[in-house]
């Protein structure tokens, strides 16, 4: 089978990765809950490719990412759910429906002032007709937090879950307040950590992560730009310690914990402006 650039290649390489006996293996094991990960993995990298600029990077990342779309409407296709037509049908429609100022007629089209809230009415509209699709819920309860998208990442998910109670008031007023909040989980870890279960680990870790989302909206910072800042200032400071290691001659599995922590320090201070550098 050869590359080419019409989709419905990718979609014959598909169907035959997922043909049972003969085609892959791990591709025939997967299902919609086992490709979310990945799914999500791909996102993140398009969104590394363009904050880097990398336009090359971002062409293959692009491709990576539509892979995933095709994965999905192929084992929804193979349960006769949906097909990847019915994927393209369906967000042209959307696109098509949100945007009537610019595929209305000529005496359809509104005035730019209006698009947004035009936009937010037609979402609005869309919402309510998914609703109906639904199975009736009957009586069950609507919770103020249920407009809050699952798919999104934990992160961010946290933080607009805290924003949604605070707007009725279930918040804190002061982020020393959270601050206590942080203490008191960590406390908790260090309890569970003395006979607590994997899952108890895990369970007061997450809390413990909570809290800090918490912190991060009390004091204004976003939690995903603030761990991708400190992710790049770990790559960076570990990088010191490579370098001094090879410079060496030394490899980082001969050198001790002490050394390698000394070196990260000499990192720190390398960072910090002259002034306030270790004499």
Excluded at 40 to 66: F, H, K, N, P, Q
Excluded at 105 to 111: L, P, R, T
Excluded at 138 to 163: C, D, F, V, Y
Aim: hydrophobic letters at 40%; one cysteine or more.
């Amino acid at each position: 089978m050869t590359p080419s650039r019409d989709i419905s290649r990718l979609l014959e390489i598909m169907a035959a990765l997922r043909t049972p006996v003969t085609g892959c293996p791990w591709d025939l094991e997967q299902n919609f809950a086992t490709i979310v990960p990945y799914t999500i993995e791909e996102a993140y990298e398009v969104a590394d490719a363009i904050s880097r600029g990398d336009l090359d990077d971002l062409r293959e990342e692009l491709g990576d990412l539509l892979l995933q779309v095709v994965y999905h409407a192929r084992m929804a296709e193979e349960q006769n759910a949906f097909a990847f037509g019915d994927v393209v049908e369906a967000i042209t429609t959307k696109m098509i429906r949100r945007h009537p100022h610019v595929f209305a007629d000529k005496d359809g089209h509104i005035a730019p002032a209006g698009v947004k809230s035009a936009w937010e009415r037609i979402k609005a509209e869309e919402k309510a007709e998914r609703a109906a699709r639904r199975p009736s819920e009957g009586t069950a309860h609507k919770s103020l937090l249920s407009g809050i998208k699952a798919g999104q990442p934990a992160l961010t998910r946290a933080m607009e879950l805290q924003r949604k109670a605070s707007a009725v008031g279930f918040d804190w007023n002061d982020p020393r307040a959270v601050l206590a909040k942080i203490r008191e989980e960590a406390d908790e870890i260090e309890a569970a950590l003395e006979g607590g279960s994997a899952d108890e680990l895990a369970e007061e870790t997450g809390d413990l992560l909570f809290a800090l989302v918490n912190l991060a909206r009390h004091v204004g910072a976003d939690p995903e730009s603030a761990l991708r800042s400190t992710n790049a200032k770990f790559e960076r400071r570990f990088a010191f310690i490579e370098r001094a290691l090879e410079a060496g001659g030394r490899t980082l599995e001969q050198a001790s914990l002490d050394e390698m922590d000394g070196l990260w320090n000499a990192a720190k201070d390398e960072e910090k402006p002259v002034s306030e550098r270790r004499k």
